[in-house]
Structure formats: structure tokens, C-alpha cells
């Protein structure tokens, strides 16, 4: 039996659940002691089903940068997901536009209210994980309990941001799960940890309840009511369930669980119907259903595994199905029937055990990814919530310039101005235009521009963001112990956020990595802090080998494995495979000649690579096997850019002849051909680049001599931008933001520009000014950027390689927070627009006055 107080204190606010109909509703509870039958509510009439209501189809994929521990679907918004990591970041996501809203690395808000014995270990053992994240009922708050002590309450009102509501020590040791529930209508938070105790807390972090009596660390608790009495069900590591009242008088049931060890509650979602899943020592998994009056099993669901090596997750949805996450798959049930229903591996890469949640409607399924993320599964209807919610439809990007509310004049010299076999949608939000390196045949840079309020009688405020000083921006310089230096031509961050990876034009490799300290809780990269120039202790360089090699004439490429164990990166010789932790090599193949001049792992198997060469050919290489599979002949000359899209299964390529080429992944046979359409006196060559949009279907075209949007679905040009103004010189790279909703490009006079993905308006511009120190800007050689790279996560960070052999990291000033404004929109009309982010449009450049 248990001890009870004999005085049980009732928590301000909370009603005294000590009366005949709570303690009657107990007893349905507690295993039968009577012949007395208890009846019980019978699950309500279920609509037709089918299979076709189970979210199985991949939407995408999301990389988090971290291994995903916890998520949770806002209840409000269906494609909002709350995700709680192994590092202790919490990150809320738009899926809808593949958008980061809000990220918050872990630290403690105030150690000094901390216990001592909190502190010290914090101190001495500064790694932390999220245990798990949840939303309230309203959505309005968001919980995070993490493996040491703590838990932290966030505020959300809609906008990009949590607002630090309570952080309570809750437990000593882990917090093992965490719950909102409503007794007496009064919002809390009910906690467990590792020291057999539950807690339940008011939104400001005052403990109202400590429940005593599990003789064992508390996995799980699963709160509810029924009949409008409020109860607790929690599960221990010994396999014990309990069921606990507001009233601080002990456990009211004893249940062991099957397998008698970590399991987890859940109730459909209309709360007639208990689940619970969990995993032995022995390694068996068990699916069941309880009858709550009986305390006893009343289904077994059959078709998991007698061995799993950890504790396999579940969900519920739509009241009629149950999903598990198991072996690399997700298996499916319909309530009514223990034979497993279907079951999916998602296209592969999943976690082992992986952790899935549903959306409320059970139209969207997130589910843990391997390589440290997660993939959307959808329904008919959520694939429609993923895209109707992108930002914005290909649609809205080709409505006309003109609409019937807004009217712009339109010079007939500027109308006039387009160069040769340069067209121009009407929807491009930039003008007709042949002003190449700054020089304008026309002599239009002697008319006066008109204002803002001349071409739009009721424009929004906006002004394009200069930054010109380095007081403007946050800037960061990787220190380089080396003593000469080349230029660097190929930049990359690591996938986990926490590195950046130079390639010199002399073929050799550095890394820069963040440490993990107070200044940098997350260790991801910042340019608030200064990385370490990592080397092994071996004092080895990642060179690749040049014997031989004209470097002049030499194209460098490079390419990181997903989980930054390995890179694989040429300079005119062969191709080197180099551990990342020991810089060795593993290992050389497809000695030139030809050449190889750009690589790109398959996103579904890192053992096929793609590789671009000299000879104008691609090979697809199986490193496996060490055998070249397919040679893909399309192009005229060398290879300069290589994109995968498995949204649309195809590969994209770019030559220095100014065409793309689309293949099929399956048959590796060329769909399509189409070349860039270059401004009227410049030659077809050069490298144009190409990149895939987030949503795997719109992609980013690069050439010096312009930006462009195409639909890969059908290679047709939805956007172009051309150097002018401001922005005159030629483009020397170009990149997507993580969330594609920015892209930077640099320029061979040093300045940088951050441009609105969606419609290619230039919001921000770096000049040279606010990143290069004086003594350089004096120099008699310029120094410019030749590549960018940006962050996996951060979608305001960018890092570029200069022609200097320098690498820096820039993010804006913590108080701006990004880059510039968007710039307003009217019917598809720009309400103000500077001439400086104008390339190809059907109206006269529009100056704003700062």
C-alpha cells in the first residue's frame, strides 16, 4: 500500500477531488475487485476510411543539423512544427514554406536560482538534451524539457519568436517527458524525471502538486479526463503504470505494462479509447489496447519486431489509426484490427527507431530522418497544405505587372531598351535593359529617376538597406596560421551547422570549426565568435593531389558527404576521398584526363556520384564498385554545375557553353536541353551555376551576366535578373538562403547582394567598405569575393572566399536580425523599389529617397 498524508494540502485554485463521483470514476480505473459491471463508453460511429487517408507520401525532406529527440504540431496551425533536439535547440518550422521561424539554442536563463547541485554539474558537464517539446492545448505556449534538472515555459502569439515565460527546475536528474493538462480549468504543465516523482506546475513555474510513489525513474505521463474529472497516468522504467487525482492522496491503480519496462500512454483523440506502446529489456515491442475499467489488455496489436535495440515510438490520428516507428520503417494499424495494416519506409534514410508525430487533422506525418532531420509525409489534402501555403505558387509569380487597381506608366525608351533575344516576362520585377559592367549605350543614367510617389500614389514605406560600415553588420574573419595563402574557390558550411570548408586554388583544404562554450552555447557557426583553424594532431592538410597540374588553368570542385564524415574534392588530378577528423586520404580515383570540374553526391546513395568533366561529359560514378555506370553526353563544353531534384527525379547540369541539360535519375537519359539566354554582344561561356529552391522545383540559374528562376518541371524561366545600377559589375556566385527565401550573390567589385528569392528584388547591398579592413581597400590589387556559401540552418548567415585567400562570415547586427526589408508588394506591383535591385522590368527605375 501506499502512504498517504494524513492532512493532503490542496493547491490554491484547484478544486478537492475528494468526493464520492471522483473516487467513483477511480474505481473504473482500478482493476476489477467485484463482480459489479462497469459500463463504459463505446467509441463513436467512425466515418469510411481508406488507405488513402494515411499520410505515406514524401513531401520533402528537412535537414535540422542535429539529431531530432522530440516534435509536436501546433494544434491551430497544421503546418507548424515545434522539433526539440539532441543538442538542446528547440526549432519551430513552417512547412508550408520550408521556413525556420524561430530557432533558440539551449542556455540556462538564470543559473544563480539554480541549485548548487544543479550548478556544479552544469559545470562540470555542459551537454544538454531536449527530452521532449509540446505545445499547450491553445497553442499558445511551448514547453522543452531537457536531460538535466530543467524545464523551460515559451510564449507564442503568432510571431517569429518565443518569449522566455518560466524555466523551473523541475526534477532532479532527466526530465523525461512533459504534458499540458487543465485541472480546474487552470492551464499546467505536468513533468517527470529520473527521480520517481511527477510534478504539476502553473504557468509560472509554482509547483502545485508532487506526487510520490513509483519506485522507479518516471518515463512517461499521459494527462486527461473524463466524466470532467482530471487524472494522470504515468508509466516507470520498471514497467509500473499509475493513475494519479489532483489531490495529492497517492496512485489510485497498479498496472504493469507489457514488457515491464519503458512505455508510452495515449489516448485517441476523442478520449474514448488507451493505447500504449513500449519495448522490454529483452529488446520485444508491444502495441496494445486497454480497457480502463478492467485494468487489463483488451487488444494486441501484432507485426512488430521481438528484437529492437531502444524504445520504439507511436501516435495516433483521425480516432481510426496507429503509426510506430520501427527498423527503418513506419508501420501502420487500424484500431478495430491487431494485423498490421500497411507499413513505409519513406523512400529510406529513416532513423533505426525513428520518433514520428502527426499533425491534429492526420494529414501530415513528421518522422526522424538518420542524417540528423526529418521528412514530411503527406495525404492528398496535406500535400496540398505543403503547397498551397508556399510562398508563393508559380502562379503568382507570373501574374502580370499591370493589375486593374495599379497602373504604372511605362517610358516607350525603356519599353524599347530590351537587347537582342533577352525576353522578359512581364511579371519580372526588373527592366528591359543592356547595361552590362556599368555601362549604359542608352545614356539613361542622365535621367532624373522619378520618385515613389510619381509611379504609385499610395506607396508603402520601404528603403533598400545599404550597409557600408562595419558597425552595420556582424563580421568574422577565420583566423589562417598558414603562410601563404590562395584564393579560394569552393566554400562550403558543414552540414551540421558548425563548420566552414575552404578550397584553395592551389587544391588545399581548411576547416574552420566553433567550439561549444559560453559564448557559444550551440558551437554553431556565428560571426559573433571566432573559430578555431582546425588541423589534426598530426599537423596533416587536406591537399589534393596536383602533380603535374596546370593550376591556372585547373577547375577545382568539391563535395561533403552528408554526415561531414568525409569530402571529396579534385583540383586538375584525380579525385581525393579525405577523412574530415584525420585529414587522410582513403582514397584516388578517375585519373585525368579528362579532368573532373564538379562533383555532387546522390541524395539517396552517397556511393553514386555525379561527376562533371572537362570533356564536356558527366560520369556517374559508383564509388562502391569503382565503376563508372552511365557517361552522360549532352553539353559542349566542361562542366560547371550539377543540381539533384528528387522532388522531380531529375539531375540538372551547367556547362561553360551556356546550356542546361535535365536527366532522368532512373534511365540517366536526357529529357531536356535549353540554353541561358545571354544579353546581345556577350559570348555564350563562361560558368553558369545551378541550384535547387527548397522545394526541389524551382532553380536557381547563375552566369555572370544574371540571376534566373526556371520551373524545372518544365525548364521555363519564370524570373531573370541583370546587372545595373548599383549593382553593375559581373556576378562572380550565387546562393540560396537554407530556406530559400533570400539569395546572395556576389559581384568581381566586391560588393554583396541579398535579394528576395520569390520576385529577384535586391533588399540589402554590402559594400566592400563594411568587410575589408582599409590597409586593403588601399591596395593596389582588389580584393573581391569569388564564392559564397550559406549556413544549413541560419538563413541570415552567409560566408564568403575571397580572391585574397580570406574566408569570412557575416550575419546583420542582432537588433536588425536579417538583411534588409522586403520590399512591398501591391497586386503584384512593387510599391517602392530602388533602381539598384531593377534589371529587366517594363517600368522606369524608381528612386527612395533614404
Not at 169 to 192: M, R, W
Not at 291 to 299: F, P
Not at 599 to 624: C, K, W
Request: proline share 6%.
Amino acid at each position: 500500500m501506499l502512504k498517504r498524508p494524513l492532512t493532503p494540502p490542496t493547491a490554491p485554485g484547484m478544486v478537492d477531488y475528494q468526493n464520492p463521483e471522483h473516487e467513483q470514476l477511480m474505481k473504473r480505473l482500478r482493476p476489477a475487485q467485484s463482480v459489479e459491471e462497469v459500463t463504459y463508453p463505446m467509441p463513436r460511429h467512425q466515418a469510411p476510411w481508406s488507405l488513402e487517408d494515411l499520410p505515406k507520401t514524401v513531401a520533402f525532406t528537412i535537414h535540422q543539423g542535429s539529431v531530432v529527440t522530440s516534435m509536436d504540431f501546433r494544434p491551430s496551425h497544421p503546418t507548424v512544427l515545434l522539433v526539440g533536439c539532441s543538442n538542446g535547440e528547440i526549432t519551430l518550422w513552417e512547412l508550408g514554406s520550408r521556413e525556420r521561424l524561430v530557432s533558440k539554442a539551449f542556455k540556462i536563463w538564470d543559473l544563480s536560482s539554480c541549485s548548487m547541485a544543479f550548478q556544479a554539474g552544469a559545470v562540470k558537464d555542459a551537454s544538454i538534451s531536449v527530452s521532449k517539446v509540446a505545445w499547450s492545448p491553445d497553442g499558445n505556449f511551448v514547453g522543452a524539457a531537457f536531460t538535466k534538472h530543467l524545464i523551460h515555459l515559451h510564449s507564442f502569439h503568432g510571431s517569429n519568436d518565443l518569449h522566455q515565460q518560466a524555466e523551473i527546475e523541475a526534477h532532479t536528474g532527466s526530465v523525461n517527458d512533459l504534458a499540458f493538462a487543465y485541472p480546474s480549468k487552470q492551464l499546467c504543465i505536468v513533468t517527470c524525471g529520473d527521480d520517481k516523482l511527477i510534478k504539476v506546475w502553473d504557468i509560472n513555474g509554482r509547483k502545485l502538486f508532487n506526487f510520490e510513489g513509483h519506485e522507479a525513474p518516471v518515463y512517461s505521463v499521459c494527462p486527461h479526463h473524463k466524466e470532467n474529472i482530471q487524472f494522470i497516468f504515468s508509466t516507470a522504467v520498471d514497467g509500473k503504470i499509475k493513475a494519479w487525482l489532483y489531490d495529492n492522496m497517492g496512485s489510485r491503480v497498479d498496472y504493469d505494462a507489457p514488457g515491464h519496462w519503458c512505455t508510452t500512454m495515449l489516448y485517441s483523440a476523442d478520449g474514448s479509447r488507451l493505447f500504449s506502446c513500449g519495448t522490454s529489456k529483452d529488446g520485444e515491442s508491444h502495441l496494445v489496447e486497454w480497457n480502463e475499467s478492467e485494468g487489463a489488455i483488451k487488444r494486441t496489436y501484432m507485426g512488430l519486431r521481438k528484437k529492437s535495440a531502444g524504445v520504439v515510438q507511436f501516435d495516433t490520428t483521425q480516432n481510426h489509426f496507429l503509426a510506430v516507428g520501427e527498423d527503418g520503417h513506419i508501420k501502420f494499424w487500424d484500431m478495430d484490427n491487431t494485423n498490421m495494416l500497411t507499413s513505409t519506409d519513406a523512400e529510406g534514410g529513416l532513423a533505426t527507431l525513428p520518433r514520428l508525430r502527426f499533425n491534429k487533422e492526420g494529414n501530415l506525418l513528421a518522422v526522424t530522418t538518420a542524417d540528423n532531420g526529418f521528412k514530411i509525409l503527406a495525404n492528398t489534402v496535406g500535400l496540398r497544405y505543403v503547397k498551397v501555403n508556399e510562398n508563393p505558387p508559380f502562379e503568382a509569380l507570373r501574374n502580370p505587372i499591370e493589375s486593374s487597381s495599379v497602373k504604372v506608366s511605362v517610358s516607350s525608351a525603356v519599353t524599347n531598351a530590351s537587347p537582342v533575344n533577352l525576353k522578359v516576362e512581364r511579371s519580372s520585377p526588373v527592366r528591359p535593359s543592356p547595361i552590362l559592367n556599368g555601362v549604359d549605350p542608352m545614356g539613361r543614367g542622365l535621367e532624373k529617376p522619378r520618385t515613389v510617389e510619381e509611379v504609385v500614389d499610395k506607396a508603402k514605406p520601404w528603403q533598400l538597406t545599404e550597409i557600408v560600415d562595419t558597425m552595420q553588420c556582424r563580421l568574422v574573419t577565420m583566423p589562417d596560421n598558414a603562410e601563404t595563402s590562395s584564393k579560394v574557390v569552393r566554400l562550403l558550411y558543414t552540414n551540421s551547422g558548425v563548420g566552414v570548408l575552404a578550397l584553395g586554388a592551389n587544391g588545399v583544404q581548411k576547416l574552420w570549426k566553433w567550439a561549444r562554450n559560453e559564448q557559444n552555447p550551440n558551437g554553431k557557426a556565428t560571426a559573433s565568435v571566432v573559430p578555431q583553424h582546425w588541423q589534426p594532431s598530426s599537423g596533416q592538410l587536406m591537399s589534393n593531389d596536383v602533380t603535374g597540374v596546370n593550376l591556372e588553368e585547373a577547375v577545382p570542385c568539391i563535395a561533403l558527404s552528408k554526415n561531414d564524415s568525409y569530402v571529396m574534392s579534385a583540383c586538375g588530378g584525380k579525385i581525393s576521398l579525405f577523412n574530415m577528423m584525420t585529414f587522410k586520404v582513403m582514397t584516388t580515383f578517375m585519373s585525368p584526363p579528362p579532368a573532373s570540374t564538379f562533383l555532387a553526391f546522390h541524395p539517396q546513395d552517397n556511393n553514386i556520384i555525379a561527376i562533371g568533366m572537362e570533356d564536356s561529359t558527366i560520369h556517374i560514378y559508383n564509388v562502391r564498385v569503382d565503376e563508372v555506370k552511365s557517361k552522360l553526353k549532352g553539353h559542349q563544353k566542361r562542366i560547371t554545375g550539377l543540381a539533384f531534384s528528387t522532388n522531380l527525379y531529375i539531375l540538372v547540369s551547367s556547362g561553360a557553353d551556356a546550356q542546361i541539360c535535365v536527366w532522368s535519375i532512373d534511365s540517366w537519359e536526357k529529357r531536356k536541353s535549353v540554353a541561358i539566354q545571354v544579353p546581345s554582344g556577350k559570348a555564350p561561356n563562361g560558368d553558369t551555376r545551378v541550384q535547387f529552391h527548397a522545394d526541389q522545383i524551382r532553380l536557381l540559374v547563375v552566369h555572370e551576366t544574371q540571376l534566373a528562376i526556371y520551373d524545372a518541371a518544365k525548364m521555363e524561366r519564370i524570373r531573370q535578373w541583370v546587372p545595373q545600377e548599383a549593382l553593375s559589375s559581373p556576378i562572380s556566385y550565387a546562393a540560396y538562403s537554407c530556406n530559400s527565401q533570400l539569395i546572395y550573390a556576389t559581384f568581381l567589385d566586391g560588393n554583396i547582394g541579398m535579394f528576395d528569392a520569390n520576385g529577384l528584388r535586391l533588399r540589402c547591398r554590402i559594400a566592400p567598405t563594411a568587410y575589408l579592413p582599409q590597409s586593403v581597400l588601399n591596395g593596389s590589387q582588389p580584393v573581391y569575393p569569388l564564392v559564397v556559401a550559406t549556413h544549413p540552418q541560419e538563413p541570415n548567415q552567409l560566408a564568403i572566399g575571397l580572391n585574397d585567400g580570406s574566408v569570412k562570415v557575416m550575419e546583420p547586427t542582432e537588433s536588425e536580425g536579417k538583411w534588409g526589408a522586403t520590399p512591398p508588394v501591391n497586386n503584384g506591383i512593387l510599391d517602392g523599389k530602388a533602381g539598384s535591385s531593377s534589371a529587366t522590368s517594363n517600368h522606369t527605375p524608381v528612386s527612395i529617397q533614404r
